[in-house]
Antibody, heavy 120, light 112 residues
Framework: AVQLVESGGGLVQPKESLKISCAASGFTFSNAAMYWVRQAPGKGLEWVARIRTKPNNYATYYADSVKGRFTISRDDSKSMVYLQMDNLKTEDTAMYYC???????????WGQGVMVTVSS | DVVMTQTPPSLSVAIGQSVSISCKSSQSLVYSDGKTYLHWLLQSPGQSPKLLIYQVSNLGSGVPDRFSGTGSQKDFTLKISRVEAEDLGVYYCVQATHFPFTFGSGTKLEIK
């Protein structure tokens, strides 16, 4: 069965950094584009970042709200995807979901989410 | 950015009734390959989102055929026939044609 398991969340102060991780299993990770999507408390969903596969040069894409502060990366040998978050702001407080693109469609697989709280 | 307008914001229905949710985009969602990357997700209470329908009308894995999707260009509809208790939650449309991908604001379905 497909599994995406996020980890590394927590409470940080504004301007600090945090790196969250997502461990994937049950599908051919190296063939799948990976995404991070977030959800602020009581709010809707917001796409954050995307990383493509090796044949696509691991191209990355970011929402304007995080561009220049967040970095998505992947390690195909470990079936892991990461989100390095620098210069965090209070408005980055959210549940962060790891999601994978299957052979069929984007957003086919979702993790359970990891909470990131930015507060002084 | 493409704006996704979802209506209504909430619905209250009895078990066995049918409901429809509308999603309208500010731009056509037809990609250069001819496909339309409009998808529907359900977020059940306390859960992560789950894919229901992809590319307008294709059922996700394990999704019952009580769910159906229609539409084209800028105007899309999710229909749930014979609502069941397990269908409660928030439904989102999302477009994956144009970057950045954007979500509708959600429709909360409650069971009477």
């Amino acid at each position: 069965a497909v599994q995406l398991v996020e980890s590394g969340g927590g409470l940080v102060q504004p301007k600090e950094s945090l790196k969250i991780s997502c461990a994937a299993s049950g599908f051919t990770f190296s063939n799948a584009a990976m995404y991070w999507v977030r959800q602020a408390p009581g709010k809707g969903l917001e796409w954050v970042a995307r990383i493509r596969t090796k044949p696509n040069n691991y191209a990355t894409y970011y929402a304007d709200s995080v561009k220049g502060r967040f970095t998505i990366s992947r390690d195909d040998s470990k079936s892991m995807v990461y989100l390095q978050m620098d210069n965090l702001k209070t408005e980055d407080t959210a549940m962060y979901y790891c999601t994978a693109e299957s052979l069929t469609t984007v957003f086919d697989y979702w993790g359970q989410g990891v909470m990131v709280t930015v507060s002084s | 950015d493409v704006v996704m307008t979802q209506t209504p914001p909430s619905l209250s229905v009895a078990i066995g009734q049918s409901v429809s949710i509308s999603c309208k985009s500010s731009q056509s969602l037809v990609y250069s390959d001819g496909k339309t990357y409009l998808h529907w997700l359900l977020q059940s209470p306390g859960q992560s989102p789950k894919l229901l329908i992809y590319q307008v009308s294709n059922l996700g894995s394990g999704v019952p055929d009580r769910f159906s999707g229609t539409g084209s260009q800028k105007d899309f509809t999710l229909k749930i026939s014979r609502v069941e208790a397990e269908d409660l939650g928030v439904y989102y449309c999302v477009q994956a044609t144009h970057f950045p991908f954007t979500f509708g604001s959600g429709t909360k379905l409650e069971i009477k």
